[in-house]
C-alpha cells in the first residue's frame, strides 16, 4: 500500500507543478484580451493596483455607458475611476468593491449608479469567462459567483480545470499569443460611451410581455445596506444615482415607483444623497438614448455634467470629503 501511494504521489506531483505556470501562463494571456467588453481591463487596474481615486462610480451598464469619470473628475476635483460592470447587479458590483478595497486605496466618495435590476439577483453568471484570469484560490470571487450557474468548486482550487472546455477563452489566449495583446484599451478610466442611434430592444421586449416586473432578492437588499454600513463606518461618502431613462421605458416597468421608494427609503434611513433623474428633460428626448435603459455619446456627455454639477451644488459633504 505505501509502495502505491508513492507512485501515485510520484505520479501527481508533476502534473500538479506543471499546470500551475500553464493555469498562470493561460491567466495571464486572457488577462490582456479586451473582450467581454473592457471588464478585464477594469479587472486588470484594480489587481494591479492601478485604480486608485478620490472618485469611484459603480454600478451596471448604465454606470460605465453614461458617466464619463473625466467630466467628473473635472467638475468635482480630485480623481476619477467608473467600476461599472457589465449586466450585472448588486452581487457582483459589491465584489468588484472588495477587491478595489483589497488592492488599491479606498475611494473618498461613491457614486453609485442604482437602477431597475440592482436588488435582483440572476440565475447565470453573465459573460462569466472574464472571472477565469483571477478565481483561483481567491475567495471573494468564490464567495460571490459561486452561487451562480457557470462554475463548480473545484474550478476555484485546482489549477487548469476551470479552463476545460472553454474553448473562447483558450481561443482568445491563442490570438494574445500570436498576435500581441491590442493596442488600445477598450475603456478608458473604466468609461466607453455607445455611439449609436436608438435600436428597437425597447420594441422587442414589448412583443415578449406588457410590462417587466422586478423581482427583489431578499440577500441582495440586505447586502445592499450592509454596504451602505460599511461606507459609513470607512468614512466613505456615498452618493445614490437613478440616472435618465427614456420615458416609454419607464412606462414598460411594472412597479417601477416600488423600486425608487426603495431606494429613496435607503436614503432618507441611511442620511444620503439621492439623485433621481426620472423626470429630467433627458429622459423626454430620444435622440439621447440608444435603448430605452442606456444614453448614447451625446446624452452620456450631457448627463455627466449634469450629474457633476448637481453634485456640486448640492452635496456639500460628498466634497468636502474630497479637499
Given amino acids: 500500500m505505501k509502495k502505491f501511494l508513492i507512485k501515485v504521489i510520484l505520479f501527481i506531483a508533476p502534473v500538479i507543478l506543471l499546470a500551475v505556470p500553464l493555469d498562470y501562463g493561460l491567466s495571464y494571456l486572457l488577462r490582456q484580451s479586451d473582450l467581454y467588453p473592457g471588464e478585464l481591463e477594469v479587472w486588470n487596474d484594480i489587481y494591479n493596483s492601478n485604480a486608485n481615486c ?24 480630485g480623481s ?17 468593491h472588495l477587491e478595489l478595497l483589497k488592492h488599491n486605496n479606498k475611494p473618498k466618495t461613491i457614486i453609485f449608479s442604482v437602477d431597475i435590476f440592482t436588488l435582483q439577483k440572476r440565475k447565470d453568471l453573465y459573460q462569466f469567462e472574464q472571472f477565469l484570469p483571477f478565481m483561483l484560490w481567491n475567495k471573494n470571487v468564490q464567495k460571490y459567483t459561486s452561487n451562480y450557474e457557470g462554475f463548480t468548486s473545484t474550478d476555484y482550487m485546482l489549477p487548469l480545470i476551470r479552463y476545460a472546455g472553454k474553448t473562447s477563452a483558450l481561443n482568445n489566449c491563442l490570438k494574445i499569443l500570436i ?28 412583443k415578449k410581455q406588457e410590462h417587466y416586473i422586478v423581482k427583489f432578492d431578499t440577500a441582495t437588499i440586505h447586502l445592499f445596506e450592509q454596504f451602505i454600513e460599511e461606507c459609513k463606518s470607512q468614512n466613505i461618502s456615498l452618493i445614490l444615482v437613478y440616472a435618465p431613462e427614456y420615458i416609454e421605458g419607464q412606462k414598460y416597468i411594472g412597479n417601477r415607483k416600488e423600486v425608487l421608494d426603495t431606494f429613496r427609503n435607503f436614503s ?56
Avoid at 467600476?83 to 458590483?93: A, K, S, T
Avoid at 434611513?269 to 429622459?283: E, G, R, V
Fill in 54 to 77: 478620490d472618485i469611484a462610480i459603480y454600478g451596471s451598464s448604465r454606470a460605465w455607458v453614461q458617466i464619463d469619470p473625466k467630466i467628473i473628475a473635472d467638475t468635482l476635483g
Fill in 268 to 323: 432618507e434611513k441611511y442620511h444620503l444623497p439621492f439623485f433621481d433623474y426620472s423626470n429630467d428633460s433627458i429622459c423626454f428626448d430620444k435622440n439621447l438614448f440608444y435603448n430605452s435603459m442606456h444614453l448614447n455619446q451625446t446624452g452620456a456627455e450631457r448627463f455627466s455634467s449634469e450629474l457633476a454639477h448637481d453634485i456640486k451644488m448640492n452635496n456639500n459633504k460628498a466634497l468636502s470629503n474630497l479637499r
Fill in 80 to 96: 476619477a475611476y467608473n467600476f461599472g460592470v457589465d449586466g450585472h447587479n448588486f452581487r457582483l458590483e459589491y465584489l468588484r
Fill in 179 to 206: 498576435k500581441g495583446k491590442p493596442a488600445h484599451k477598450y475603456r478608458d478610466h473604466g468609461y466607453r460611451p455607445e455611439n449609436s442611434k436608438w435600436n428597437e430592444d425597447l420594441a422587442a421586449a414589448k
